[in-house]
């Protein structure tokens, strides 16, 4: 979520419904078309058609998408274009990308109906609305089973256990300074060990032979063993940075469905991911993009994102379905970090730990 690239990547070419836009399109949000709303997003938006047009049934609107590559991409974008922004809402901000869209008045504030059913710890800028929380993940690191089981090894559990002779080799995660999980990757190993100490922490890691790449399709659906998309590519990586929400991805679209996931979820490697939407401080259909915005946290829409996006609910009450929760692990004490914190620090990390990792 990012981030964002999200575990739907992994589906994106088995079928699953992306929309580029609903409805005829005879106008644009961005434009003017007051019939017309326009959602810019990172490139994991889903949405089941059903649901959608619900929604544009229920409001008078059209729905159109444009998606902007992954989180932070789409957060630049919408920076350097917000006099004349290319739609009303921006959806798939993180809390790790929060403070530079707020920092930049990339939005106006706007309270969402039904927010007093949103979690307060979600709510990370309650005092001005200029952002809603919509859905949370875990980036944690994702272990192939059938590779320990095959090798007679625990899998890792833990941070520390990372840098553990037994898993030498054995880890990919994605670049810091380019991937939305990379950077939460990183953020979680500074929420472990502190300001003073994550470079050394990092420093073990790179000796014990962790691999780098670009991105996170690269990451699982390549180098790692244990993904549909890793065992067809050969990766032979059985540790990969993902999601916690990744072991059900791999149960809902394999044919046929095992009983259980094939992957599993190192729980003392999570760090807390919550993504936003706001609306646009130019937007050229505020009422529109009020509208999607209660939308987004709407029961039907909350209970919809589970086996679309592959994200967790965060209005209180809204139901999962059991292939989701009966393949998600528990993720009890998630590592996180305040924004202000990730906005003072995130730039200098990703420097330090560029120079430190990749050269």
């Excluded at 998606?67 to 901000?93: M, R, Y």
């Excluded at 209970?303 to 139901?319: K, R, S, T, Y």
Aim: proline share 6%; hydrophobic share 35%.
């Amino acid at each position: 979520m990012s981030i964002t690239k999200k575990a739907t990547v992994l589906v994106a070419g088995l079928g699953l419904v992306t929309l580029s836009a609903c409805g005829s399109s005879s106008g644009d949000g961005a434009s003017g078309d007051t019939k017309t709303v326009t959602l810019v997003s990172h490139d994991s938006w889903a949405v089941s058609k059903s649901v959608i047009a619900a929604f544009e049934k229920q409001s008078g609107y059209r729905v159109k998408v444009l998606e902007d590559g992954d989180a932070g991409q789409a957060v630049n974008k919408a920076i350097l274009t917000k006099d004349n922004p290319q739609g009303d809402v921006l959806f798939g901000v993180d809390n790790t990308l929060l403070s530079r869209a707020l920092d930049n008045g990339l939005f106006q504030p706007y309270e969402a109906k039904g927010l007093d059913r949103v979690d307060e710890r979600f709510q990370l800028d309650a005092e001005q609305h200029r952002v809603t929380p919509v859905d949370y993940g875990d980036i944690c690191v994702n272990y192939d089973k059938a590779y320990f089981s095959e090798h007679e090894i625990d899998p890792p559990a833990s941070f520390a256990d990372l840098t553990e002779p037994a898993y030498k080799d054995l880890l990919v995660t994605e670049n810091a300074g380019t991937s939305s999980p990379g950077l939460g990757f990183l953020l979680g190993t500074a929420a472990a060990y502190g300001d003073d100490n994550w470079q050394g922490y990092w420093k073990k890691l790179k000796a014990n032979g962790v691999k780098v790449v670009d991105g996170w399709e690269q990451a699982y659906n390549e180098e790692f063993s244990g993904s549909a998309g890793g065992k067809k590519a050969g990766g032979d990586r059985p540790l990969v940075v993902s999601y916690a929400s990744s072991p059900p991805v791999e149960v809902v679209y394999a044919d046929p469905q095992p009983k259980t996931a094939p992957t599993g979820v190192a729980t003392g490697t999570c760090f807390r991911q919550t993504e936003f939407a706001g609306l646009l401080s130019n937007a050229k259909n505020p009422e529109g993009g009020k509208a999607l915005i209660d939308f987004l946290i709407s029961e039907k829409f909350q209970e919809d994102m589970p086996l679309n996006m592959f994200v967790n609910p965060v209005v209180d009450g809204a139901e999962l379905p059991a292939v989701y929760t009966d393949n998600m692990p528990d993720v009890t004490d998630p590592r996180t970090m305040a924004p202000a914190k990730i906005a003072e620090h995130r730039d200098d990390w990703v420097k330090s730990w560029t120079s430190l990792v990749l050269k």
